[in-house]
């Protein structure tokens, strides 16, 4: 194989494909290194939307539409005022999430932006209601994005103290049974949510062999782990309450963590949540997640085994494992053994053809083709694998949005097709595009190629 391949390889299975800059970038190093030099602080332009004030405008939004309920009557204007009060709340967390996107298009990180999508995935959640709504983009941005490359731990203890997590898994209304408000407030009690999924989802995974027992250990450990409340007077944010802690030393997978004084209570969550991040079976678990999402559906024992030994020598450094994965042979095969998700197809469709306003825009067709932002509907996220993505109903989406975008690109194909996919371009695709009909077929045809639906 020689290098020319490798370069369009690397940019098509580990970024969002080629454009004139990567080609341009990547000849000047080689393939390895173009990639490992991306891993590196996430520069991404910074937002006035951010969690504070996403909570700071739900809150203020609940307080005027409990007094409208409350009131004796409510003038058609004050409704109106409601609703168009929550529309923009929406409309400023659709933006944030259509903006980190189209970063996309344009990034010369392209391996950051791929692995923003892997973070935000393993980290799912969904809008369930307004809130969740208005900060779900805020904690890709605020705690994954921010931790690209650090460890893996400094992403974990930002993800779960972020008050999306903590709302959208209920963890604000986990109650210790002995705390001061549980013995005061006898219908308040544990919530098990969070400490479930972090253990089944984000780092142990499903067969990892811990028990009930634990779930519970560390639902406890983790009361007290809130948000605060802005019309309380209170910093709008992560917010550790005392009162709500259950107090006592919690044993977690046979280990046991103290709580000495009332504060011990905060950094035995934090402390679990670090054992749990260099725990064998979490470098497993994402060492093994982590190939799927870029290299193949079922990868290589030897390709995760490797990728598991840098985690736990690194100490879980995203970077490292990263390093480890694309300098493995497994990485620079021949074949593309992955389909592209949706997102990964609509993304690569714009950088390869230029078009970075398509209509209708990213949030809408995402929706449609079944990947919406943040709506997995599940903790566990959207599929990583090809059958996921290639029913027929998916394919018949797939070909309606490639004619009606291609409708909206300037480039000849000729043009896409040569900085797109280079040598990567079939012979059959080559014949098969100079033989449509008019250009917009022939793009068409070319974004629902082989080479250009697989990476």
């Excluded at 549980?182 to 499903?206: F, Y």
């Amino acid at each position: 194989m020689n290098e020319e391949t490798e370069a369009y390889i690397a940019m098509n299975r580990f970024g969002y494909g080629a454009t004139e800059t990567d080609v341009r970038a990547i000849s000047k190093t080689n393939p390895t290194s173009w990639l490992k030099a991306q891993l590196v602080p996430y520069k991404m332009p910074e937002s006035k939307f951010t969690s504070e004030v996403a909570i700071t405008e739900v809150m203020a939004y609940n307080q005027i539409r409990n007094q409208l309920k409350n009131a004796s009557e409510a003038s058609q204007d004050m409704q109106a005022s409601l609703t168009q009060k929550r529309k923009e709340i929406v409309s400023h967390a659709r933006d944030l999430a259509i903006e980190s996107t189209k970063f996309s298009f344009k990034t010369s990180q392209v391996l950051q932006a791929r692995l923003l999508d892997f973070f935000s995935n393993h980290f799912s959640i969904s809008r369930n209601n307004l809130l969740i709504t208005a900060l779900a983009p805020t904690m890709e941005r605020e705690a994954i994005a921010a931790n690209l490359s650090l460890s893996f731990e400094d992403m974990l203890q930002a993800v779960i103290s972020h008050p999306a997590m903590l709302l959208y898994l209920n963890n604000e209304q986990s109650i210790g049974p002995n705390s001061r408000i549980g013995r005061r407030r006898k219908g308040k009690g544990l919530n098990e949510n969070l400490a479930r999924e972090i253990l089944e989802l984000h780092t142990l995974g499903v067969k990892a062999g811990y028990t009930q027992e634990d779930v519970v250990e560390f639902a406890k450990a983790i009361t007290g782990w809130s948000v605060g409340r802005p019309h309380k007077n209170e910093p709008a944010g992560f917010k550790y309450r005392v009162s709500a802690h259950e107090p006592g030393n919690r044993v977690v997978l046979g280990k046991v963590y103290e709580q000495r004084t009332k504060q011990d209570g905060l950094r035995q969550g934090q402390n679990i949540l670090t054992d749990l991040a260099m725990h064998p079976s979490t470098a497993q678990h994402l060492s093994y997640k982590l190939a799927r999402h870029f290299i193949a559906d079922q990868p290589s024992p030897k390709l995760v085994g490797e990728m598991k030994r840098v985690y736990l020598a690194s100490q879980g450094s995203i970077p490292q494992v990263v390093s480890a994965m694309i300098t493995h042979p497994d990485a620079w095969s021949l074949q593309n053994q992955k389909f592209k998700t949706p997102r990964e197809f609509i993304i690569s469709s714009c950088r390869a053809c230029q078009l970075y306003r398509p209509k209708p825009n990213v949030f809408q067709v995402l929706e449609l083709m079944g990947q919406g932002f943040f709506n997995a509907g599940s903790p566990a996220g959207y599929a990583d694998t090809s059958d996921a993505w290639s029913s027929a109903q998916a394919l018949r989406d797939r070909i309606e949005w490639a004619g009606h975008f291609a409708e909206q690109v300037k480039l000849p194909v000729s043009e896409i097709a040569k900085q797109a996919l280079g040598p990567l371009l079939s012979a059959k695709t080559a014949e098969t595009i100079a033989r449509a009909e008019s250009q917009t077929q022939a793009i068409t045809l070319l974004l629902l190629s082989p080479e250009f639906q697989r990476r």
